[in-house]
């Protein structure tokens, strides 16, 4: 049974660009979390999807927006990237309303913005 | 808004030793997760703990909970050089969305 699969694992982008990152859910799974953790910190969540449509969303700008597909997938983008951007991003999947099972995280993408 | 809080930040411990990593949060809660963390990897589920009174062990691991003080604790036993790693506490206030504490770097010392 495959976890959690993120893509791309490492990724350089220049101020300014724009960056796509993909994950793709637990089987069975049905709602995918995005968090942002920066070097030395816990993660923070950015925002998560259900249903195709952001749910809730953490304290970032608009420059983070994202996408859920009819196949659960998700994808996070970031535009006019700033070099504080640069962190890991981790995708969480869960089944909604299932928190007693917890939440399966993906290995990440680390973003680096030089 | 909710605020996690670990301690300590960093422990260094021999091996053989025991000690807890604490973690306290500012809302009501009952439920709380521990993830394991190793360098530039991601989070691995350790526990799931959603009631007051709630204890859960694997190995040389063990969890607590207690909803009516807001506190959560890690406890390691007889310590390992494999436990070596970032502890994180995180809290779900209701909303299926995790507030995580700022970790506990653990190292342990042949």
């Known amino acids: 049974d495959a976890g959690v699969t993120q893509s791309p694992t490492h990724l350089i982008k220049t101020r300014g660009q724009q960056v796509t990152l993909r994950c793709s859910p637990k089987?069975?799974?049905?709602?995918v979390s995005w968090y942002q953790q920066a070097l030395g910190q816990g993660p923070q969540f950015i925002f998560q999807y259900y249903e195709e449509e952001e749910r809730q969303r953490g304290n970032f700008p608009d420059r983070f927006s994202g996408h859920q597909f009819p196949n659960y997938s998700s994808e996070l983008n970031v535009n006019a990237l700033l070099l504080g951007d640069s962190a890991l991003y981790l995708c969480?999947?869960?089944?909604?309303?299932?928190?007693?099972?917890?939440?399966?995280f993906g290995s990440g993408t680390r973003l680096t913005v030089v | 808004e909710l605020k996690v809080e670990q301690n300590p930040l960093f422990l260094s411990m021999q091996e053989g030793k025991n000690y807890t990593i604490y973690c306290n949060y500012s809302t009501t809660s009952d439920r709380l997760y521990w993830y394991r963390q190793d360098p530039g990897k991601s989070l691995e589920s350790l526990f799931v703990?959603?009631?007051?009174?709630a204890v859960k062990q694997e190995g040389r691991l063990m969890a607590s909970l207690d909803t009516k003080a807001r506190l959560s604790t890690l406890h390691i036993t007889a310590a390992v050089h494999d436990l070596s790693a970032t502890y994180f506490c995180a809290v779900d206030s209701g909303n299926e969305k995790l507030t995580f504490g700022t970790g506990t770097r653990l190292t342990i010392i042949p």
């Open positions: 703990l959603l009631s007051n009174g």
């Open positions: 969480a999947s869960s089944v909604m309303g299932g928190f007693n099972y917890g939440y399966t």
């Open positions: 089987s069975g799974h049905d709602t």
